[in-house]
């Protein structure tokens, strides 16, 4: 099992930034790759920005792409999501996912596809950006 925490959401003005936090416990070592996904209200959950563990290749959507960053301290099994320039329309639930992938390669899609029902999830942090 692993265990995923969340932290660092909140409220900023559009232009503005925050940095969340995934702190991961447990049986760390069964995943290769994480993820931050989020859920706006009436909305379908998609993915945001994601990192395979392994080698360290990041990969992100076209909406955050060059705005958001990801990042991970192997020491204190976390992953960052640096969110800088946010918009309102970056508003919503952010969740922290981890998975066991096949390859580096698989990343994309995992993240396209707004992760999977498996794996491991963590319970969110609400962000919201007001204009």
């Known amino acids: 099992q692993v265990q995923l925490v969340e932290s660092g959401g909140g409220s900023v003005q559009a232009g503005g930034s925050l940095r969340l936090s995934c702190a991961a416990s447990g049986y760390t070592f069964s995943t290769n790759s994480m993820g931050w996904f989020r859920q706006a209200p009436g909305k379908e959950r998609e993915g945001v920005a994601a990192i395979y563990t392994g080698g360290g290749s990041t990969y992100y959507s076209e909406s955050v792409k060059g705005r958001f960053t990801i990042s991970q301290d192997n020491a204190k099994n976390t992953v960052y999501l640096q969110m800088n320039s946010l918009k309102p329309e970056d508003t919503g639930m952010y969740y922290c996912?981890?998975?066991?992938?096949?390859?580096?390669?698989?990343?994309?899609?995992?993240?396209?596809?707004?992760?999977?029902?498996?794996?491991?999830w963590g319970q969110g942090t609400q962000v919201t950006v007001s204009s």
């Open positions: 996912a981890a998975d066991d992938l096949p390859g580096p390669t698989f990343v994309g899609s995992w993240l396209s596809r707004g992760g999977t029902d498996f794996g491991y």
